[in-house]
């Protein structure tokens, strides 16, 4: 016997939410997710009428559900935002290049302004020729730094007020994990925030308008929307730390499928011990870029790139910024123990 909507109760209900557990038509599943993703952007104040918004987009499931729902609700609720996509080109033969031609149908689909940024051009170096130095141990670490300030530049050439990305319920819920695993105060303070002010010049203030949506109810929409989006994993990934958090959290979610709100609200309500030593952001001597060294991690690492040694940006190499600042010769031994790290 067929199961009606538990919202509407006329129509047949195609799916149970996992969020919920309520089964839902189409229609009624669509409005709610919708729905749910203003009552976010509401609460949070994320946005004011009259700005300029950029979304991150990759062509995945997440970024293309962020801009067709963003559009929708933008012209549904009268938020008065101009919006723009952005898009880094990482340089990855196979995978990026294919991705970025669904971000090009979405800027036809969605009549939405682009801006594609790409590693080369602002690095001089692409993740094909990073992986051949580094190999895939650490690849996501050069990747996820780079990929970071490429979005702000993005959005600076677009004079965008904000960033908004398509990190939803799930990536929240495996970052706090993350930095839980890795014991890092300092990121799992500030790792499930919504929003992050402006954090000095050349940085955008970004947010999460996703942040409470399951992976599992984005998949769904963008099934059941028939939206038009790129579902290969990244070939330089099957090694990163992040994977391991994931399948951590599946395994708790299908016990508990309230695990992923639960991980949230444990990181939103975390507090650090008075006394505590905290970084103390700064800027970076070279590029002018938010960091708590003399150097951002992205000069440090694309120095390493440069000189052969891209171990260089791997743990903790602090005390040769000045070295690196003032372009002088690392010793012998300084390079032998840069090699010796272990990738």
């Not at 909507?5 to 047949?12: P, T």
């Not at 293309?64 to 933008?74: I, Q, W």
């Not at 954090?199 to 998949?219: F, H, M, N, Q, S």
């Amino acid at each position: 016997m067929p199961v009606l909507c538990s919202s509407c109760s006329e129509k047949r209900a195609v799916l149970k939410r996992p969020k919920t557990g309520h089964s839902l038509c189409k229609a009624c599943f669509f409005w709610a997710f919708e729905e749910e993703v203003h009552q976010t952007i509401v609460a949070a104040k994320l946005f004011r009428s009259g700005e300029t918004v950029g979304i991150a987009a990759s062509g995945g499931k997440d970024s293309t559900v962020l801009a067709h729902v963003m559009k929708l609700l933008n012209e549904r609720h009268g938020y008065g935002l101009e919006l723009m996509l952005i898009s880094v080109d990482e340089g990855i033969t196979g995978y990026r290049d294919d991705s970025l031609e669904t971000v090009k149908r979405n800027q036809q689909q969605y009549e939405l302004p682009l801006k594609i940024v790409s590693y080369e051009e602002l690095y001089g170096w692409t993740m094909d020729a990073i992986v051949k130095q580094v190999g895939l141990k650490n690849n996501c670490t050069f990747c996820g730094v780079f990929r970071r300030q490429a979005l702000d530049r993005g959005a600076i050439m677009l004079k965008v007020d904000k960033i908004c990305t398509g990190h939803n319920a799930d990536d929240v819920a495996e970052t706090v994990l993350m930095n839980i695993l890795r014991g890092d105060i300092a990121r799992l303070r500030r790792c499930t925030a919504i929003s992050t002010a402006s954090e000095g010049d050349g940085v955008v203030p970004r947010c999460k308008p996703l942040k409470y949506a399951y992976e599992k109810e984005i998949v769904l929409y963008a099934y059941f929307k028939k939206l038009d989006y790129f579902s290969t994993e990244c070939i330089y990934s099957p090694n990163a730390y992040r994977g391991y958090a994931r399948t951590f959290l599946k395994d708790l979610e299908s016990i508990r499928p309230s695990s992923i709100m639960d991980i949230i609200h444990s990181g939103e309500n975390l507090s650090v011990r008075e006394g505590v030593k905290m970084p103390v952001q700064g800027t970076c001597s070279r590029c002018g870029y938010i960091s708590s060294q003399a150097l951002c991690k992205s000069c440090v690492l694309l120095e390493g790139l440069n000189r052969g040694l891209p171990k260089l940006g791997i743990g903790k190499h602090h005390r040769l910024h000045g070295k690196i600042l003032s372009q002088q010769p690392l010793t012998e031994h300084e390079q032998r123990k840069l090699k010796s790290v272990d990738f």
